[in-house]
């Protein structure tokens, strides 16, 4: 099975933090999948939720959705370990994707 990271910030600017139970429990109830693995992380701004889904569960319209439904400007994803994209109304205002940026389930950045 193919996989992808996400990272989800908990940071929303002009709004109060978002909760990582209540982003955790939405993935798991709209991903046909489900969660395989996840964990919250500190970047260098913000906490995050680092999950690891299905592929084939995430693509743009699914990421595109919920970076709206999150209010965040975009959702970061590594696709199969090789591929960063960034998803949301607002990916261009933060692209290109920055691996340096981009938190492993491990909490350190790639």
């Known amino acids: 099975m193919k996989t992808s990271i996400l990272n989800i910030g908990l940071a929303r600017e ?4 978002l909760n990582s139970a209540f982003v955790l429990e939405l993935l ?17 701004t913000e906490k995050t939720v680092v999950a690891k889904v299905a592929s084939n569960d ?27 994209r960034l998803v949301g109304p607002r990916a261009e205002a933060w692209a290109p994707f920055q691996p340096s940026q981009f938190l492993t ?3 350190n950045p790639l």
């Open 14 to 17: 002009g709004h109060s933090d």
């Open 28 to 44: 798991e109830q709209t991903l046909p999948s489900g969660l395989l693995d996840f964990k919250v992380c500190r970047s260098d």
């Open 58 to 84: 995430v693509p743009n319209t699914f990421l595109e959705g919920l970076a709206v439904v999150l209010g965040q400007d975009c959702i970061a994803a590594l696709d199969d370990g090789k591929v960063g």
């Open 105 to 107: 389930l491990s909490g």
